[in-house]
């Protein structure tokens, strides 16, 4: 059973445009919801995190979006650059888990200059 | 990634081999993971030690054991190794108790022939 669910699978975005991710969860018991980046021959890297109580979240050109009645939440990556070229992991954890999160599949984002 | 250190870097294996993979932290932390990553699966959880002296299983334990040695190692061994363990292995840390964002390792890139 797959808890967390990443699409797309692949994404091109020209410089300068906006990339989004979306990721669905089932376990309504999630309550911390990180997004990792991972450049190749490195392990991920936490760039942003949110919990349910907000609904947005944004750090530089990073923005969580999260609603909490439809179990999704998305990444948006504003005046997207090639150095954004990597892959990105959205993830959850909470409910008991013992501190486990559990991963999306991921998504491979190409920013073309 | 500075904390977390992995060994070996590269491993080729012939099935049946056994061998262990090495995880050492100097982050002081007290939860330690290791995951698989393969593509199109994203991260998936082999075991975890959520403090020194004890472990659990994840979601795909089978073919593994590990061992928390004290508070700094956190082993994986592969008692008899398959082809399906090819794979990228990473070993992560979190301080237990905050919000966490796990620190991963730069990976063990395992091939088993």
């Known amino acids: 059973q797959q808890q967390v669910k990443q699409s797309p699978q692949s994404l091109i975005v020209q410089k300068g445009g906006i990339s989004i991710i979306n990721c669905a969860y089932e376990?309504?018991?999630?309550?911390?919801f990180p997004w990792y980046q991972q450049f190749p021959g490195k392990g991920p890297a936490l760039l942003i995190a949110?919990?349910?109580?907000?609904s947005e979240k944004k750090e530089g050109r990073f923005t969580i979006s999260f609603n909490k009645s439809a179990k999704q939440f998305s990444l948006h990556i504003m005046d997207s650059q090639p150095g954004d070229s990597a892959t990105y992991f959205c993830?959850?954890?909470?409910?008991?888990?013992?501190?486990?999160?559990?991963f999306g599949k991921g998504t491979l984002l190409t920013v073309n200059p | 990634n500075a904390g977390v250190t992995q060994t070996p870097k590269f491993q080729v294996l012939k099935t049946g081999q056994s061998m262990t993979l090495q995880c050492a932290q100097d982050?002081?932390?007290?939860?330690m993971y290791w995951y698989r990553q393969d593509p199109g699966m994203g991260l998936r959880l082999i075991y975890y030690?959520?403090?020194?002296?004890?472990?659990d299983k994840g979601e795909v334990p089978n073919g593994y054991n590990v061992s928390r040695l004290n508070k700094r190692e956190f082993s994986l061994r592969l008692e008899s190794a398959a082809p399906s363990q090819t794979s990228v292995y990473f070993c992560?840390?979190?301080?237990?108790?905050?919000?966490?964002?796990?620190?991963f390792g730069n990976g063990t890139r395992l091939t088993v022939t």
């Open positions: 982050m002081n932390h007290n939860s």
């Open positions: 992560a840390i979190a301080p237990r108790g905050v919000d966490s964002p796990l620190h």
């Open positions: 949110i919990r349910p109580d907000v």
């Open positions: 993830a959850a954890m909470g409910g008991g888990s013992n501190y486990k999160l559990t």
């Open positions: 376990n309504t018991a999630f309550d911390y």
């Open positions: 030690s959520a403090s020194e002296g004890t472990t």
